[in-house]
C-alpha cells in the first residue's frame, strides 16, 4: 500500500547509455514532480504534470524526458547519460486541487540513487 | 520570485531541549509553507503546514511551526527533542496566488540531537 512507488531503487549504468526511472501513485493525487537530490542534499525541481499536462520544466538537458502516461504515473526517461547525471531522483505528489484538509504537501517517493561511471 | 532561506546548515541540541530550525521566505503573494523531514536514504516526510488560520501549527512527532508574517519566517520547533528527531529538515514555501505556482524549497538544515 506504498502511496509513491519509484522502480529501480538503485540504477548504475555507464556514460553514454538511456536509462528509464518510473513512478506510480495511489494516492489520486492531480499533480507529480520530477526532483534531483545532489551531494549536497540540495533538492532540485525537474518537472511537475497536472492532470498529465507538463506545468513546470525547469532548466533541464533536453537529454531528460518525461512522460505521464496517465494521472497515477510519471515516468522519466534519460538520454546520453553523463557523469553529471549522477544523483538520487524523487518523485512526488500532491492534491492541488483544494479538496480538503490534506491539500498541496507533497508526498515523497523512497528515491532512486543513479550512479554513472 | 520566490525562495526560502535555512540560515543554519546545522543546528546540534542535546537531547531533552528544546529545538528550533528557522527559516524565512519570500514570495509576491500570500505563502503556503511547509516542513518536511529526510531520514538517511529515505524519501522526504511531510510534517506540518500552514495556509491559513492560527499562526501556531502543529505537525507529526511533536513538531510545530510558528507563522510570523511581518518577519516573513516559519520557525521549526519541539519543546523536547529526541535522538531519533536527528535528520534532515527542509522548508518550502508555494505562493499560489498567481495560478499555478511551484514549490520552492530550502537547502535544508541537518539536526543533530546529542544523547
Known amino acids: 500500500d506504498t502511496a509513491v512507488s519509484q522502480t529501480p531503487k538503485y540504477l548504475v549504468t555507464q556514460m553514454g547509455n538511456d536509462k528509464s526511472i518510473k513512478c506510480e501513485q495511489n494516492?489520486?493525487?492531480?499533480?507529480m514532480y520530477w526532483y534531483k537530490q545532489d551531494s549536497k542534499k540540495f533538492l532540485k525541481i525537474m518537472f511537475s504534470?497536472?492532470?498529465?499536462?507538463?506545468?513546470i520544466n525547469e532548466t533541464v538537458p533536453n537529454r531528460f524526458s518525461p512522460k505521464s502516461p496517465d494521472k497515477a504515473h510519471l515516468n522519466l526517461h534519460i538520454n546520453s547519460l553523463e557523469l553529471g547525471d549522477s544523483a538520487v531522483y524523487f518523485c512526488?505528489?500532491?492534491?492541488?486541487?483544494?479538496?480538503?484538509?490534506?491539500?498541496?504537501?507533497?508526498?515523497f517517493g523512497p528515491g532512486t540513487r543513479l550512479t554513472v561511471t | 520570485a520566490q525562495s526560502v532561506a535555512q540560515p543554519e546548515d546545522q543546528v546540534n541540541v542535546a537531547e531533552g531541549n528544546p529545538l528550533t530550525v528557522k527559516c524565512t521566505y519570500s514570495?509576491?503573494?500570500?505563502?503556503?509553507l511547509f516542513w518536511y523531514v529526510q531520514y538517511p536514504n529515505r524519501g522526504l516526510q511531510f510534517l506540518l503546514k500552514?495556509?491559513?488560520?492560527?499562526?501556531l501549527v502543529k505537525g507529526s512527532y511533536g513538531f510545530e511551526a510558528e507563522f510570523n508574517k511581518s518577519q516573513t519566517s516559519f520557525h521549526l520547533k519541539k519543546p523536547s527533542a529526541l535522538v531519533s528527531d536527528s535528520a534532515l529538515y527542509f522548508c518550502?514555501?508555494?505562493?499560489?496566488?498567481?495560478?499555478?505556482?511551484?514549490?520552492?524549497f530550502g537547502t535544508g538544515t541537518k539536526l543533530q540531537v546529542i544523547p
Open positions: 512526488a505528489s500532491s492534491q492541488d486541487r483544494f479538496s480538503g484538509r490534506n491539500s498541496y504537501e507533497q508526498y
Open positions: 494516492l489520486g493525487h492531480d499533480t
Open positions: 504534470y497536472n492532470n498529465k499536462e507538463l506545468i
Open positions: 514570495v509576491s503573494g500570500n505563502p503556503y
Open positions: 500552514y495556509i491559513t488560520g492560527d499562526n
Open positions: 518550502a514555501v508555494r505562493d499560489l496566488s498567481g495560478g499555478y505556482q511551484k514549490v520552492t
